[in-house]
């Protein structure tokens, strides 16, 4: 192409498998709501410093579940949108090859 136009491919199955582990991942977190207690002995810094996460946890959670629903609802997007686009273009190109409008 020496427009300088790019050519573009889509992966659909890349798409959905990103779409699919998101909302995996989304629905996972959702039905997680607990850690472990645990120590790591000898080392009191990294016991007291996952003790401080434990305390932390639903705030995490909430925001990694929240990260990874809009991750899946963008993913889903835009295999929609692509998918919308082949249809139209696939509809244009063959009515203008028949005449049609």
Same mark, same amino acid.
């Given at each position: ?27 996972? &977190?959702? /039905?997680? =709501?607990?850690?472990? #207690? ?6 009191? *810094?990294?016991?007291? $410093?996952?003790?401080?996460? &434990?305390? /932390?946890? =639903?705030?995490?959670? #909430? ?6 629903? *809009?991750?899946?609802? $963008?993913?889903?997007?835009? &295999? ?22």
């Amino acid at each position: 192409m020496s427009s300088g136009a790019e050519v573009v491919h889509v992966a659909y199955a890349t798409l959905e498998t990103l779409y699919f582990h998101a909302r995996t991942a989304a629905d996972g &977190l959702e /039905e997680c =709501s607990q850690l472990s #207690e645990l120590e790591f002995s000898p080392n009191d *810094a990294v016991t007291d $410093a996952y003790r401080g996460y &434990l305390g /932390e946890w =639903s705030k995490h959670r #909430e925001s990694l579940q929240q990260g990874l629903n *809009a991750t899946a609802l $963008a993913c889903q997007a835009i &295999l929609d949108s692509f998918k919308n686009i082949e249809v139209e273009l696939i509809s244009k190109l063959t009515s203008e090859g028949t005449g049609e409008d």
